[in-house]
């Protein structure tokens, strides 16, 4: 079946510092991809996606392009701030014609300090 | 515009119990999903409804239901409450039925189960 994997955390940065999180996916066909951000006692946000190879999704200055060919849509930030801090979750969309559902990584806490 | 609402937010019942979440999409979304959020399982997806009908269930015993009514409202029901079933649940909307536009998530219902 799908899924995705997501690189281990907690991934602690300065702020200003430039932040990568790894996502891979396995998954038949060319799945729809997102990223999600979870703040504290909140709900999932969606931060980006990218419904085809090669798109780019940006918003608030996160970056993630979806990589056919190495089946990876890594997440990116040229510079983080502390407001950044929250856990993220890379997911595909498996749409089958009737029926759809994400499946999630496991989610990487990102920690920013001053 | 509203989001999705998602209540109560906080819940504690008793094992054996059970109990009934409800959803409430943002307006002019048919489909809804649940997903359940555990430190353990990570994000888990439970149902999909669309337009009253349970397009796609996830794996989780029989204790666990929904139902969708005409206004798109959702509702999941748990019976006969286990301790592993303490988890936040998150509801989910979307206006394409097939998710492409991402999924709108709410705050989610947390349970405790004592």
């Known amino acids: 079946g799908d899924s995705v994997t997501q690189m281990e955390g907690p991934v602690t940065l300065s702020e200003e510092a430039f932040l990568t999180i790894n996502c891979t996916y396995t998954?038949?066909?060319?799945?729809?991809l997102f990223w999600y951000v979870q703040y504290p006692g909140e709900g999932l946000q969606l931060l980006l996606k990218?419904?085809?190879?090669?798109d780019k999704g940006s918003n608030k200055g996160f970056e993630a392009t979806y990589r056919k060919e190495t089946t990876s849509f890594h997440l990116e930030k040229g510079s983080v701030q502390v407001s950044d801090s929250a856990v993220y979750f890379c997911a595909l969309l498996d749409y089958t014609g009737t029926a759809s559902k994400l499946t999630f990584g496991t989610g990487t806490r990102l920690q920013v300090t001053l | 515009k509203a989001g999705v609402t998602q209540t109560p937010r906080y819940l504690i019942k008793t094992r054996g119990q059970q109990v009934t979440l409800s959803c409430s999409p943002i307006?002019?979304?048919?489909?809804v999903s649940w997903y359940q959020q555990t430190p353990g399982q990570g994000l888990q997806f439970l149902f999909e409804?669309?337009?009253?009908?349970?397009?796609n269930k996830g794996n989780f015993p029989g204790r666990f239901s929904g139902r969708q009514f005409s206004n798109s409202r959702s509702e999941m029901n748990v019976s006969t409450l286990e301790l592993g079933d303490s988890a936040l649940y998150l509801c989910?909307?979307?206006?394409?039925?097939?998710?492409?536009?991402?999924?709108?998530f709410g705050s989610g219902t947390r349970l405790t189960v004592v």
């Open positions: 307006s002019g979304h048919r489909s």
């Open positions: 989910a909307s979307s206006l394409a039925g097939q998710g492409w536009d991402g999924y709108t």
């Open positions: 998954a038949t066909g060319y799945p729809s």
């Open positions: 990218a419904t085809k190879a090669d």
């Open positions: 409804y669309f337009s009253e009908t349970q397009r």
